[in-house]
């Protein structure tokens, strides 16, 4: 009788024995083949790998027939904690999802000037709904800034559309909810659209 060390708690067991003595752990024979180096139960005496007989030139190894408990309680433990930061993630991303239709109240935008889409989904800001010539209302303006800063803009978008020509066509800006498009023309005046991202 020999002794070897059981691979689930360590200690010396005989290496007869069907199960460690002081943790309990079932203990299978498995030998190594001495030609492709494959496991095998020891009970097998013609590798299914090569075709090698294993006779007796053979390595024995023990491999426990059970997963430690810890194991699994530390998996359960690691898959919950990432389900609830999932969770967490949806619910703080749909609750702070921005929301065109509180962007539109709190610039204080009104519906002469103003269009907001019937699904949220833009804003449309003309500063000449008239087409005057020559006209841009200042009042319009006022909403346009207002939209910007709501909307995370910083204040040098507002000085690039007021330097606007109407040969620059439509220009553009964004960030990471909104993209912002506009035009000029001395007669139709600034004309802004905020839209989502989707």
Excluded at 100 to 128: P, R
Aim: with cysteine; charged share 25%.
């Amino acid at each position: 009788m020999a002794l070897i060390k059981c691979s689930e708690c360590g200690k010396e067991i005989s290496d007869t024995a069907k199960e460690c003595i002081h943790c309990g752990c079932p203990i299978i024979k498995k030998v190594v083949c001495s030609e492709c180096n494959t496991e095998v139960d020891s009970t097998v005496k013609i590798c299914p790998n090569c075709g090698n007989n294993l006779g007796t030139s053979l390595v024995k190894i023990n491999i426990p027939k059970k997963i430690n408990p810890r194991f699994i309680q530390i998996g359960v433990i690691v898959i919950g904690i990432i389900v609830v930061v999932i969770t967490i993630l949806k619910v703080t991303s749909s609750s702070t999802k921005l929301k065109m239709s509180d962007v539109f109240t709190k610039a204080g935008c009104d519906n002469y000037y103003c269009e907001l889409a019937s699904d949220g989904s833009y804003i449309e800001v003309d500063t000449n709904p008239l087409d005057l010539d020559d006209f841009s209302s200042t009042t319009a303006f006022d909403m346009v800034k207002k939209l910007n800063k709501e909307l995370g803009f910083n204040e040098s978008l507002n000085s690039k559309m007021l330097k606007t020509r109407a040969v620059d066509g439509t220009l553009s800006d964004e960030n990471d909810n909104v993209k912002v498009t506009w035009t000029y023309h001395p007669d139709k005046g600034l004309n802004v659209t905020y839209e989502l991202k989707k």
